[in-house]
Nanobody, 119 residues
């Protein structure tokens, strides 16, 4: 069984920073890409950022560009999301997910970690 476990969420004031981690464990699998998603209260889940395994290429949601950075540590089977200059609208449950094939849905999901940004 593949497990993705997020950590690092919490309460932070607007303008502050948080670093989320997603550790993978269990059955070994080939990850094409690792992504971060979030879901705010009363809203649908939305894409935040992704990093491709083969070359480390990244892509971000427009609203977080310049503020968030996705990175990875392959030796630790961990992906990170550094969030700076946080805004109230960043408040959401953040999920990490693994994509095992190009152009496919994300196959594995973590349980989520709460990020609350107070103004």
């Amino acid at each position: 069984q593949v497990q993705l476990v997020e950590s690092g969420g919490g309460l932070v004031q607007a303008g502050g920073s948080l670093r989320l981690s997603c550790a993978a464990s269990g059955r070994t699998f080939s990850s094409y890409a690792m992504g971060w998603f979030r879901q705010a209260p009363g809203k649908e889940r939305e894409f935040v950022a992704v990093i491709r395994q083969i070359d480390g290429n990244t892509y971000y949601r427009d609203s977080v560009k310049g503020r968030f950075t996705i990175s990875r540590d392959n030796a630790k089977n961990t992906v990170y999301l550094q969030m700076n200059s946080l805004k109230a609208e960043d408040t959401a449950v953040y999920y990490c997910a693994a994509q095992t094939k190009a152009y496919s849905d994300y196959d594995y999901w973590g349980q989520g970690t709460q990020v609350t940004v107070s103004s």
